[in-house]
């Protein structure tokens, strides 16, 4: 079963914008991961948060953590037509399986 | 450093063939092995997964199955393909609370 669910499923903006993403989950975790997708390739882990953190950052991402709403949102700044890609979150229950939402794709036009 | 091999990048295979894909980490001992299935346009299925030498977990009943000779080798299989098998394979390993390293993906096409 999918745990994670991302929103907006499709993204489009202007190079140079920040896209926003969000991701809902419907129960406890250990931690929360985010992951990129290049179209017919595997995926790209980007940054991991943990339950008890609120906030990470890594470079252009920043990425946040309600867990009282069980949600989490990545942001991308500066956006180049090179993030174009599917994001996941997934998130990991404390046992070795992480559950991956079902993906949204940014599109970041030149 | 740690990587990971996954192949054949593409195959295409007969209803009722058999199935092999491989693949194997580098650099790391002991990793958690996972097989995950992504269906076009969407997430990713968990099929199998492993903590140790010939130790798999099943997630969804199917047409596969999963071995691991070996501490850093995961194959899937099958021994007669449907045309439901027909999907993107990615292979992935963890350790420790770390994100997964995947793989680069095989992209089987069952005809």
């Known amino acids: 079963s999918q745990q994670g669910e991302e929103d907006p499923q499709a993204l489009s903006i202007q190079e140079g914008e920040n896209a926003t993403m969000n991701c809902s989950y419907k129960?406890?975790?250990?931690?929360l991961q985010w992951y990129r997708q290049n179209s017919g390739r595997g995926l790209v882990h980007l940054i991991l948060?943990?339950?008890?953190?609120r906030e990470k950052h890594s470079g252009r991402l920043r990425v946040t953590l309600d867990t009282s709403k069980k949600s989490s949102s990545l942001l991308i700044t500066a956006s180049r037509a090179a993030d174009t890609a599917s994001y996941f979150c997934?998130?990991?229950?404390?046992?070795?399986?992480?559950?991956f939402g079902k993906g949204m794709k940014l599109t970041v036009n030149p | 450093s740690q990587t990971i091999h996954q192949w054949p990048a593409t195959l295409v295979q007969p209803v009722g063939s058999p199935l092999s894909l491989e693949c194997t980490v580098e650099?790391?001992?002991?990793?958690?092995l996972y097989w995950y299935r992504q269906a076009a346009g969407r997430g990713l299925q968990l099929l199998f997964y492993?903590?140790?030498?010939?130790?798999i977990s099943s997630e969804v009943p199917q047409n596969l199955s999963a071995s691991r000779p070996q501490d850093r080798q995961f194959i899937l299989s099958s021994k007669k393909l449907l045309l439901s098998d027909s999907g993107f394979y990615l292979c992935?390993?963890?350790?420790?609370?770390?994100?997964?390293?995947f793989g680069s993906g095989t992209r089987l096409t069952v005809v």
């Open positions: 997934a998130t990991n229950r404390g046992s070795e399986k992480l559950v």
């Open positions: 650099g790391t001992s002991n990793p958690n």
């Open positions: 129960t406890s975790i250990n931690n």
């Open positions: 992935a390993f963890s350790q420790g609370d770390y994100g997964y390293t």
């Open positions: 492993s903590v140790g030498i010939g130790q």
């Open positions: 948060i943990r339950s008890n953190e």
